[in-house]
């Protein structure tokens, strides 16, 4: 287990902060110490849910061929059909996860191949499992094609909290099964977009864990 890139920087001022607060709260007030303990109490536990947040396990990636992993750990709201319209423009099989503050938010490729597709959207915050998230909502949009072909849309979405989504790929980038791809830090929500006759390997309220979990099987004919 390391500490994601994205949090370093935040975390080490947050020390200094807390740091700094606390012994100025201790020299000014001596004597107070109920309300000194809390405040120090209060401090390391803010200190130790933001660490988690940015938590980055070490994980073996999967080289499995014809099966689509979990992007992020979170838990499985929506396995439906629906018409991809934004670059596929056909009927898909979508698989979403939505991450709380508590999961992992590092993302990972379902799949290994190339990006063929990519592209940033602005948008609303709207909290993430709200069914106009995935068009209205701040986003990107991925597409990994496989060497034989298949294509894969994968949609990064932020939520009510998350107000930052961050990338590490462009169009061609090469994306090994589980390799990072991108974080969004706090609550937030991706989208997986399959062919149609994709076999679903998770059911709605099923944990899943970024890397880890095969989600679906693809049709090899």
Avoid at 188 to 214: C, H, M, Q, W, Y
Wanted: overall charge positive; glycine content about 8%; charged content about 20%.
């Amino acid at each position: 287990m390391t500490i994601h890139r994205e949090g370093r920087q935040l975390l080490f001022w947050l020390l200094l902060i807390l740091t700094g607060l606390n012994y100025a709260l201790y020299y000014f007030f001596p004597g107070h110490e109920t309300m000194l303990n809390l405040v120090l109490l209060a401090s390391i536990v803010l200190y130790l849910i933001i660490l988690q947040f940015f938590r980055n396990p070490i994980i073996k990636l999967p080289n499995q061929e014809g099966l689509v992993y979990a992007p992020a750990d979170g838990k499985v709201v929506v396995i439906e059909e629906t018409e991809e319209t934004e670059y596929l423009n056909e009927k898909r099989k979508q698989i979403s996860i939505f991450m709380s503050p508590i999961n992992v938010h590092v993302n990972r490729s379902p799949v290994a191949g190339i990006v063929e597709y990519f592209k940033y959207h602005p948008g609303k915050y709207l909290v993430a499992w709200h069914p106009k998230s995935s068009f209205e909502n701040e986003r990107t949009t991925m597409v990994i094609k496989q060497p034989n072909g298949t294509k894969i849309l994968v949609r990064q979405i932020a939520g009510a909290l998350a107000r930052r989504i961050k990338w590490y790929v462009d169009k061609g980038s090469p994306l090994a099964q589980g390799g990072e791809f991108g974080f969004i830090k706090f609550g937030s929500r991706v989208d997986v977009f399959l062919p149609l006759d994709a076999e679903v390997l998770v059911n709605i309220d099923e944990k899943t864990k970024g890397g880890r979990t095969p989600i679906a099987k693809l049709n090899q004919a």
